[in-house]
């Protein structure tokens, strides 16, 4: 991994997402091959009487924190070696960045689990480590406040030369916080890049699935006039590479219009080729209900 990046690891549950990423931080033993942190062995707890490498910090589901401790006090007690001043000064930023300024002298064994969770949170950033492992860590977080501490999270990566590795199983998650994307599957990684390219160029469509919405549509479905015909080849396009002409002339898909729905960010159109092969597209406004659509491809396309 570079220095200020994002990976994430996306997949099912049970895809051996969480064994991965213990293995990373020397939990687990791994039981064949090395793992490497720069140039330095991870050793696993056989090695180790504290198992979990010291230049890591791990969030993990079980949303570990210091029970008798105060919240604050939770967060300082990360910050070994610091002045009193700077102590100070960080613990009242991650709280409130975490919104726990209000709890701040609650003893954590008094919290709720979502509670928990951002104390958990805290402790990893308060000193950012040089990799940070996040195993599903915003289950319990809103979308403004998972939005406003990732974005943090990652100026604090990029500032202190370090990286990320979020585990997740929602592809939203994925694509909107991650540089790179690593497919997970039956306890293989089955596909690692930059996420533009995992998310249109899928080497399979499993991968695709994982990643959201697709259509398959064979060259035979495509007019003939369109260059996209020429090419004699399947296609897998993402619903977000359709749009509607208002007429034929330059189209690439002739299709039937089913129905439409609003999802709260865009119409998600459901259509018929002329083969009666079903398609998703997204629209931004609500389509005519006219019987047929002139889609065109907007987006790069990918066999």
């Known amino acids: 991994m570079n220095a200020g990046e994002v990976l994430s690891l996306l997949g099912p549950s049970g895809g051996g997402k969480t064994s991965l990423i213990k293995c990373i931080y020397g939990l687990v033993e791994v039981d ?29 589901q079980d949303y570990y924190v210091l029970d008798n401790h105060s919240v604050e006090e939770n967060i300082k007690d990360i910050l070994v070696g610091f002045t009193n001043e700077y102590k100070e000064a960080r613990s009242q930023k991650i709280l409130k960045l975490l919104e726990l ?8 064994k008094n919290l709720s689990s979502g509670q928990k969770q951002r104390v958990a949170i805290a402790r990893a950033i308060a000193s950012f480590p040089k990799l940070l492992l996040l195993d599903e860590p915003f289950s319990n977080l809103d979308k403004i406040l998972k939005d406003k501490l990732f974005d943090f999270i ?23 916080y991650a540089n790179r994307i690593g497919i997970m599957l ?13 998310y249109y160029k899928p080497k399979n469509l499993k991968i695709a699935k994982a990643l959201g919405d697709y259509n398959v549509i064979s060259h035979d479905q495509f007019e003939k006039t369109s260059a996209l015909y020429k090419r ?11 749009s509607i002409l208002e007429i034929r002339k330059g189209c690439d898909l002739k299709a039937t ?9 865009c119409y998600e159109v459901l259509a018929q080729t002329n083969s009666h092969k079903e398609i998703v597209f997204y629209c931004p406004k609500s389509p005519e209900s006219s019987e047929t659509l002139f889609l065109k491809i907007e987006k790069e396309l990918y066999d």
């Open 32 to 60: 064949g091959g090395e793992i490497f942190f720069g140039k330095e062995k991870v050793l696993g707890p056989n090695f180790n009487i504290i198992p979990g490498h010291k230049d890591m910090k791990l969030v993990s």
């Open 101 to 108: 300024t209000s709890l701040k002298d609650l003893k954590a």
């Open 154 to 176: 990652i100026k604090q990566a990029k500032q202190k030369n370090s990286a990320v590795v979020l585990i997740t199983h929602q592809a939203e998650e994925a694509l909107k």
């Open 186 to 198: 039956n306890g293989k990684l089955v596909q690692l890049g930059e996420k533009n390219n995992v």
């Open 232 to 242: 004699n080849k399947r296609a897998l396009l993402r619903p977000n590479a359709f």
């Open 257 to 265: 219009y089913v129905n439409h729905f609003f999802n709260g960010k």
